[in-house]
């Protein structure tokens, strides 16, 4: 053991002078190529004095970047995270101006620009050194990715648990046939790996499609999948009466409050409750370790509990930080190229990617991925038992520039590499390790209600109800999840004021959009109107509504039937009498019927719940938003997302329908290591309501049934 430890001494000094003199000749190139960096006093100097110089310069910078630099980021969680990924050139230029002045040699300079320049070049050399001499060394490897994901993690556990560990990867977004297609095309080689295998290597995962309810939205499928319920989520966005308030999924208090809900109706602290890790995500899903949570962003005081506590596990590390402001400035540029390629090629459909989108972007697909990629890493090498991570860099490309777009096949592209990276850190972690990668819904392609029509959902609305429309269409609110993150990020509010959903007068409609799902309630009247009843208050509402070339169908609450669907040309269907393939949701596939039954069911369904137009032939849907890939109702491959599931686990059900069943599969899959399996009673209330979903046979263990 003696002989280990000291072994281990002599191979980190190896290493660190190594770096050191990597860095010193880095620095003495820098000097060489730029006018404004000196490393000699103004009459000249031997070119020994020079190398010493270059030497103690490029010690002291180092050990500021160790020593100093950690302080400097945590000071700075005081400032948001995104204007921190922007001060990362400032303070590292500064760290080297500050080791120039305090080398013992007085000599060496720098411009400010130059400082930035030289700075920025010495931390990646720096890093690529250190990783390049740990290649060979496990346990480098593994202290220097620990090091990268989580400064502040436990002690290994040594020997780790024999049972394996389980990491659910979620793709945001991407939808079953999407990610069959990015395989096809070889966007992806460690999913096509994983699916078909390599030479003298089999096949160890399988995909699995499943579908969403009718609100196939990141809000209800992942309070789904995290805490086993869904109900009463019916959309994104919606308006309670009882409390009159506007209930936003991406918004903290709204998570919290659904969070807290799904808890009190299962009587389940949720998926993560064991042992368990969440990073990037909505809600918790009960465990004790959380990082960029949203359901934790309005709880500041703690700094356990702030949900950018996570940022600084990652940029504590300067070559790190430096890194990802790098890619954060190309993600941002070629956002902006991708968008003026767009617009020169008058590709449509289009929507408008100005003003700060492209900075949205590059944080979701730079940024986040690579906090949370961290994060998994030390979740993985501290030998957490279950861990969740959100990566919502794919869903908030499609949004903008489509889901078969090029632009989104680089994201995935991307995000595969992300995926074998985290793969290879699984093998340097103290147990074993199953990795689950799925999604939370798809995106189904198409134009927007407004681009086609010329006026929004709301002036619709609003023309029905003989109210005056304003002549320019209102922009609506856009429902990526990734918008969330980056105000939190930035530390400004993150709530959306309820104000901004509410008419002038109380007596006129709230209209609100999810993707291709609409929603109209009437504030004034406390219960959930009926058909009758909107009938004699507004006569040509229904009509109106039922009848626009852009709408497929209608749900309203009527007292003939205790709920109707709507169509065009007078079409009126009892929910009780609902049949897939047939009336107005004859172009929207499998399970449309059991979905609007359930939602119906809700005690905060809208007065009118409206559904888009789908074209079943291109799978287009018409988006209530600014969105040209879209999600949130029912049409499409929205509706269909996927699950990668180990072989090492049993098959999943042949046909999985909502994101509680994904819940229950997780749960058996977790618990298959140990522990008696029954078969799942599925005679049992569901918590989806009076109509729950259809769950085929399948075995949970005793404690999770």
Not at 171 to 189: I, N, T
Not at 399 to 410: C, K, L, N, V, Y
Not at 609 to 638: K, R, T
Request: proline share 7%; with cysteine.
């Amino acid at each position: 053991m003696l002989g280990r430890r000291w072994r281990r001494v002599v191979s980190q000094i190896g290493r660190s002078t190594t770096v050191w003199a990597v860095s010193t000749l880095t620095m003495l190139v820098l000097a060489g190529l730029l006018p404004d960096f000196q490393l000699q006093s103004p009459d000249g100097d031997s070119a020994t004095r020079i190398a010493v110089t270059a030497a103690l310069g490029a010690g002291a910078f180092g050990l500021l970047s160790a020593l100093v630099w950690p302080l400097l980021v945590r000071l700075l969680l005081l400032v948001p995270a995104l204007v921190l990924g922007l001060l990362v050139f400032f303070l590292n230029g500064a760290l080297l101006l500050l080791a120039l002045r305090l080398n013992p040699a007085e000599r060496g300079g720098a411009a400010w620009e130059t400082a930035v320049v030289v700075a920025a070049v010495m931390s990646a050399v720096a890093s690529a050194t250190g990783a390049a001499l740990a290649v060979r060394d496990d346990d480098a490897y593994r202290r220097r990715l620990y090091r990268l994901a989580d400064r502040r993690r436990r002690a290994l556990p040594v020997p780790g648990p024999a049972t394996p560990g389980t990491v659910f990867l979620q793709l945001d977004g991407v939808g079953h046939a999407v990610l069959a297609d990015a395989v096809a095309k070889g966007l992806m080689p460690t999913v096509e790996r994983w699916l078909h295998g390599a030479p003298g290597a089999p096949a160890t995962h399988r995909l699995t499609p499943w579908r969403t309810d009718w609100s196939s939205q990141t809000g209800a499928s992942q309070l789904g999948i995290l805490h086993g319920s869904t109900f009463d989520v019916p959309a994104f966005r919606w308006y309670e009466k009882d409390s009159q308030v506007v209930m936003v999924c991406n918004r903290p208090t709204s998570a919290v409050e659904l969070q807290r809900r799904a808890v009190e109706r299962t009587g389940d602290g949720g998926l993560l409750t064991v042992d368990g890790a969440s990073r990037g995500n909505l809600f918790s899903g009960g465990a004790d370790e959380q990082a960029l949570v949203l359901s934790i962003a309005a709880r500041r005081r703690s700094r356990e509990t702030r949900s950018r506590a996570g940022y600084f596990a990652y940029f504590s590390d300067p070559a790190n930080a430096v890194r990802t402001a790098l890619s954060f400035v190309a993600e941002a540029g070629r956002e902006v190229a991708q968008s003026v390629r767009a617009r020169l090629r008058r590709q449509r459909p289009r929507v408008g990617r100005g003003g700060l989108y492209p900075f949205i972007r590059a944080f979701a697909t730079v940024v986040e991925r690579d906090v949370v990629v961290a994060a998994v890493m030390g979740d993985l090498l501290a030998g957490r038992t279950a861990v969740y991570a959100d990566l919502v860099a794919y869903d908030e490309v499609a949004h903008h520039s489509g889901p078969h777009s090029r632009d989104a096949e680089q994201v995935l592209a991307r995000l595969d590499r992300s995926l074998a990276l985290i793969e290879k850190v699984a093998e340097h972690a103290p147990r074993p390790y199953r990795l689950v990668i799925l999604s939370d819904h798809g995106q189904s392609p198409g134009e927007t209600f407004r681009a086609r029509y010329g006026l929004t959902l709301g002036d619709l609305v609003r023309a029905g109800c003989g109210l005056p429309v304003p002549r320019r269409a209102q922009r609506t609110h856009s429902g990526a999840e990734a918008r969330a993150a980056v105000r939190a990020a930035l530390r400004r509010p993150v709530e959306e004021s309820a104000e901004e959903y509410r008419p002038a007068r109380r007596s006129e409609p709230v209209v609100l959009a999810s993707g291709n799902l609409g929603l109209v309630s009437f504030p004034d009247v406390p219960h959930r109107m009926t058909k009758e009843e909107i009938d004699a208050r507004h006569p040509a509402l229904l009509p109106t509504l039922a009848n626009h070339p852009g709408i497929g169908f209608l749900l309203v609450r009527s007292e003939e039937h205790d709920g109707v669907v709507l169509g065009a040309y007078g079409a009126e269907i009892p929910v009780a009498e609902l049949v897939d393939g047939r009336g107005p949701l004859a172009a929207f596939g499998p399970g449309a019927a059991d979905a609007v039954r359930r939602t119906h069911s809700f005690p905060h369904t809208a007065d009118i719940m409206v559904n888009s137009f789908h074209d079943p032939a291109d799978g287009e849907v018409l988006a209530f938003e600014e969105q040209i890939g879209s999600h949130g109702g029912l049409g499409g491959e929205q509706g269909r997302p996927f699950l990668l599931s180990p072989l090492a686990f049993s098959a999943p059900p042949a046909e999985i329908v909502g994101a509680e069943q994904i819940h229950r599969v997780l749960r058996r899959w977790m618990g298959e290591s140990d522990g008696p399996q029954v078969l799942l009673d599925d005679s049992r209330p569901r918590s989806g309501g009076l109509a729950p979903f259809p769950v085929p046979d399948g075995v949970v263990q005793d404690k999770s049934a």
